[in-house]
């Protein structure tokens, strides 16, 4: 992966991605939460500077679909980032809360109450 | 894992609702009405490898479009956020952006009456797969010509399936179509529980 400290914003989306238009792992979703390890492991090796933009953006815990849209990335570039960045311990994700067949009724009374406080 | 031992913010748990219709119908009015942030918008490029429409027939191979969409976010409680995604009315292909209907608690389908038949394919979508939803009904400029049975059988919805008259550009109308969707939810949730009771089942 050399010349990755090179690479600009005037770069094609995907060559962020070194060519890869698939994400090595599918659990980022538009509302999977990323937050940045802070510190950073200390096997950490210099982020790209596009790299560098997310783990800035996602010091505090920030959705997927959040962080597309403030880098102006299509979603899909920047989960191919962010699978990146996990594997090297920079980020941790969590997912959305599932939804099944048969809902949760807390969850829903939970969001019920914090809409009528709107 | 080290790295992992490190973080003290805790994420929230995220849930989501889409809000579809027709082009133009007030979507992404209704998700800047309730929003804590000013809906931001995101995009996404599909492939479309040899979809079976006429719009593409004689275009061989691989067709590319990007569908963009906004949001928006209300934060439930410090460990729930809920986002709202309008999803895309001028795009035909935003059905394809698997990801944006998986994982959804419901959505809210609104409804122009001029032009209801631009809400039809999400009507369909939504039944198709399943997904609980509302209709709301956006009166233009707040005006609502036809009471809400009259849409509801023009429309063939099912009992179960809310139809509300509503403001998109409010935000207490809004808000109050989203806690019909809730409220629906619950109910169904209720029933198949079978008991009655609103308390989850024992773990």
């Not at chain 2, 369909?124 to 609980?132: A, M, Q």
């Amino acid at each position: 992966m050399g010349g990755g400290d090179t690479a600009g914003r005037l770069v094609r989306p995907f060559a962020l991605t070194g060519g890869r238009t698939r994400p090595s792992r599918a659990d980022f979703t538009l509302i999977t939460t990323v937050t940045a390890v802070d510190p950073p492991p200390v096997w950490a090796t210099r982020p790209q500077p596009e790299q560098q933009r997310i783990l800035r953006h996602c010091a505090e815990p920030l959705a997927v679909a959040e962080l597309a849209a403030l880098l102006d990335l299509p979603v899909s570039v920047v989960v191919i980032m962010l699978c990146d960045l996990l594997e090297a311990g920079r980020i941790t994700a969590r997912p959305p809360h599932p939804v099944s067949a048969n809902p949760d009724l807390d969850l829903l009374q939970k969001v019920r109450d914090g809409l009528g406080r709107l | 894992m080290a790295g992992s031992d490190t973080i003290t913010r805790a994420a929230p748990d995220t849930v989501k609702i889409l809000i579809a219709g027709g082009f133009g119908v007030g979507k992404t009015t209704m998700v800047g009405s309730v929003s804590e942030i000013t809906p931001l918008r995101t995009e996404e490029r599909l492939t479309l490898a040899s979809v079976d429409v006429d719009d593409l027939a004689g275009i061989e191979e691989k067709h590319a479009t990007t569908v963009a969409l906004d949001f928006g976010r209300i934060t439930i409680g410090q460990d729930l956020v809920l986002y709202l995604f309008g999803t895309p009315g001028q795009q035909r292909f935003w059905f394809m952006w698997n990801d944006l209907a998986l994982g959804a608690l419901g959505a809210v389908v609104l409804l122009d009456v001029r032009r209801p038949e631009t809400s039809f394919a999400a009507i369909d979508f939504f039944e198709r797969r399943n997904i609980p939803f509302v209709v709301g009904v956006n009166g233009f400029y707040g005006d609502h010509p036809y009471p809400p049975d009259e849409i509801r059988e023009a429309l063939a919805l099912p009992e179960h399936v809310q139809v509300l008259l509503c403001d998109a550009r409010e935000r207490e109308s809004s808000r109050d179509v989203l806690i019909a969707l809730i409220d629906q939810l619950i109910e169904a949730a209720t029933r198949s529980n079978g008991a009655g009771r609103l308390t989850p089942p024992d773990r």
